[in-house]
């Protein structure tokens, strides 16, 4: 699987926007991009992901650039509840069970 | 539904001794697979199964063992405990090897 890079950590503002970039330059083309978070003490939580398209469901939106080495997954109206850690993954939707969970962007949402 | 289940949330063991964590889930997924948690760490995969009867050894195997008799059940067993099994555990079941993975809230393992 590709290898990820994220920023160690970022705040954010109560109810503004929180951008989270992801830098995956060596992506193929049948790897998806998942985003998992973890709020603190809890078991990881997924998010969305996305291949190539940009994806949105009830939590967030994927934006994935058009040449795939990087995205960025936004959390619309950021609450408290959203501090956590997340983790962007690459990863093909093969016969490979793992998911490769690497140190993740530490997001402090505050009042 | 109540997701994926894991008991205990808390144990402490003695060097050596030996115990079972517990993880079910009522999805009905095929796929289910126990990571590991250290400290400011990510997850690493210790076993997995593509579904009853059949299990497989992921990245950090040693020490555990793993048996799948039913859809729902998916133990984790400590053989002889050791501190470096000091972790939190993470159970995760999926509806197939490429879809989405649920994790449950984890048990968190003392080892003295």
């Known amino acids: 699987d590709a290898k990820t890079t994220q920023p160690p950590s970022m705040d954010c503002a109560e109810g503004r926007a929180a951008n989270l970039p992801c830098n995956h330059s060596?992506?193929?083309?049948?790897?998806?991009v998942y985003w998992y978070r973890q709020i603190h003490s809890q078991g990881p939580q997924y998010i969305i992901h996305?291949?190539?398209n940009n994806e949105t469901n009830e939590m967030a939106s994927l934006i994935i650039t058009e040449d795939r080495k990087s995205s960025t997954l936004i959390l619309p109206h950021a609450t408290l509840r959203d501090t956590a850690v997340y983790y962007c993954?690459?990863?093909?939707?093969?016969?490979?069970?793992?998911?490769?969970f690497g140190a993740g962007t530490t997001v402090t949402v505050r009042a | 539904n109540a997701g994926v289940t894991q008991t205990p949330k808390f144990q402490v063991l003695k060097t050596g001794q030996s115990m079972t964590l517990q993880c079910a889930q009522d999805?009905?997924?095929?796929?289910m697979s126990w990571y590991r948690q250290d400290p400011g760490m990510g997850l690493r995969l210790i076993h997995y199964?593509?579904?009853?009867?059949?299990?497989d050894q992921g990245e950090v195997p040693n020490g555990y063992n793993v048996s799948r008799s039913t859809t729902e059940d998916f133990p984790l067993r400590l053989l002889s405990a050791a501190p470096s099994q000091t972790s939190v555990y993470f159970c995760?079941?999926?509806?197939?090897?490429?879809?989405?993975?649920?994790f449950g809230p984890g048990t968190r393992l003392l080892v003295l």
């Open positions: 995760a079941s999926s509806l197939g090897v490429q879809e989405t993975q649920y």
């Open positions: 060596t992506i193929s083309g049948n790897e998806y």
């Open positions: 996305g291949l190539k």
């Open positions: 993954i690459v990863r093909v939707r093969s016969n490979d069970y793992k998911l490769s």
């Open positions: 999805m009905n997924h095929e796929y």
């Open positions: 199964s593509v579904g009853a009867g059949i299990t």
